[in-house]
T-cell receptor, first 112, second 114 residues
Framework: DAMVIQNPRYQVTQFGKPVTLSCSQTLNHNVMYWYQQKSSQAPKLLFHYYDKDFNNEADTPDNFQSRRPNTSFCFLDIRSPGLGDAAMYLC???????????FGDGTRLSIL | AQSVTQLGSHVSVSEGALVLLRCNYSSSVPPYLFWYVQYPNQGLQLLLKYTTGATLVKGINGFEAEFKKSETSFHLTKPSAHMSDAAEYFCAVVREGSQGNLIFGKGTKLSVKP
């Protein structure tokens, strides 16, 4: 089945130690999204790629970066994680305008 | 500003009872609306969508929603709850000026009692 796959499912890192989360898709969608979801809250959009065009949300901290080397893969880099960055990070894809997004199962990030 | 409001952060029903989860939106353009379900430690799964056309939309797992423009509502219903419906439900609208960015409501956690 065509899917959005996030690795790892659980990630533990130390305060201030850079961490990278990955997302891959077999749907061949041209849009990829990264969301942050804290406990019992709605997903919050961090940024998205439309093809290679990067679009940052205005309130996304500079600590968060992203890379999309090709259509299938997208990475979320957190340069210096703080305790407040502990959350579930969701990757999603989309193709045609106004059509539903397809979500991966997320990576739960813990900060020690 | 555009927004989505879900009334009730927690809803509890008995197995076999009607499920009603409320969603109201604000939008200055015709809205594109979605309901997603999230099970613990999983991503979001699409239940149903409203884009244009028929205002009563049927989705997966027996859920349906009705778009009411006059009430700016898109409530989610299911005639008979099942234990497996226990999850968190999110209503979302496509952000104005974008072609797919979503604004989510805060979610409603549905509990189903045996």
């Amino acid at each position: 089945d065509a899917m959005v796959i996030q690795n790892p499912r659980y990630q533990v890192t130390q305060f201030g130690k850079p961490v990278t989360l990955s997302c891959s898709q077999t749907l061949n969608h041209n849009v990829m999204y990264w969301y942050q979801q804290k406990s019992s809250q709605a997903p919050k959009l961090l940024f998205h790629y439309y093809d290679k065009d990067f679009n940052n949300e205005a309130d996304t901290p500079d600590n968060f970066q992203s890379r999309r080397p090709n259509t299938s893969f997208c990475f979320l880099d957190i340069r210096s994680p703080g305790l407040g960055d502990a959350a579930m990070y969701l990757c999603a894809t989309g193709d045609r305008a106004y059509q539903p997004q397809h979500f991966g199962d997320g990576t739960r990030l813990s900060i020690l | 500003a555009q927004s989505v409001t879900q009334l009730g952060s927690h809803v509890s029903v008995s197995e076999g009872a009607l499920v009603l989860l409320r969603c109201n939106y604000s939008s200055s353009v015709p809205p594109y609306l979605f309901w997603y379900v999230q099970y613990p430690n999983q991503g979001l799964q699409l239940l149903l969508k409203y884009t244009t056309g028929a205002t009563l939309v049927k989705g997966i797992n027996g859920f349906e929603a009705e778009f009411k423009k006059s009430e700016t509502s898109f409530h989610l219903t299911k005639p008979s709850a099942h234990m497996s419906d226990a999850a968190e439900y999110f209503c979302a609208v496509v952000r104005e000026g974008s072609q797919g960015n979503l604004i989510f409501g805060k979610g409603t956690k549905l509990s189903v009692k045996p």
